[in-house]
């Protein structure tokens, strides 16, 4: 200034404020990183376990025939159940879902087995069939209904002539059952092998293996 005055105040605190504004968004900043890498953690590890969950039940929609997992009713287990009075012997259940079918089945005496793509449901089975008491009768395995082709013909060539076949909510299409009990999505067909082969049937009392496809 002209005269050798003296800056005015406002003037001499400017340069400060200029320099206390990046200090305090840079400490910000610093304080926030921490935070921001954890909640992406989060978020990351969350979409990780959604989808290893949600896949196996997101898959079967994608093929070219979708029979997504709907778990057995009540009605439909007692219809299931009815078609197996007076029997006895080993039960294969195809599709097996959450081993309701299964489980109830090993609960009457049945060694009842159960094959399911869906892993999630193959481990939730073998819970619920320990929590039950029937671990022993009653056994889960993975496996791929898709990859046995022609399984109208499988079943016909390699069940015993006093199997009996039971279908759940879908019939077959080229076999005519034996009998029909239920209505709705609750409706059970049962297909006895002697009869779709022709033969003679065999006494029930024998020792039978039965098979059973669910959805």
């Not at 953690?41 to 997504?68: D, K, Q, S």
């Not at 076999?175 to 082969?197: L, Q």
């Amino acid at each position: 200034m002209e005269g050798g005055g003296t800056l005015p105040e406002t003037l001499k605190e400017k340069p400060q404020l200029g320099h206390i504004l990046p200090t305090s968004l840079e400490a910000n900043g610093v304080k926030r990183s921490p935070w921001g890498f954890f909640c992406t953690g989060i978020v990351g590890g969350a979409l990780v376990v959604v989808y290893a969950v949600a896949t196996p039940f997101i898959t079967p929609a994608l093929r070219t025939i979708c029979l997504p997992f709907v778990p057995a009713t009540s009605k439909q287990i007692e219809n299931v159940m009815k078609m197996l009075r007076c029997r006895r012997g080993s039960l294969v259940d195809i599709g097996s879902g959450d081993g309701r079918v299964v489980i109830a089945a090993a609960k009457e005496g049945f060694a009842a087995v159960g094959y399911e793509l869906n892993p999630w449901l193959v481990w939730y089975s073998r819970y619920r069939a320990w929590q039950e008491g029937v671990h022993g009768s009653a056994k889960f395995y993975i496996s791929d209904l898709w990859k046995m082709l022609q399984l109208e013909k499988k079943l016909e060539l390699e069940l015993e002539d006093d199997a009996r076949v039971i279908a759940c909510r879908f019939p077959f299409p080229h076999w005519i059952p034996d009998h029909v009990n239920g209505e709705g999505i609750d409706t059970v067909w049962a297909y006895d092998v002697s009869t779709f082969r022709g033969r003679e049937k065999r006494p029930t009392s024998m020792p039978l293996q039965l098979a059973i496809q669910v959805g």
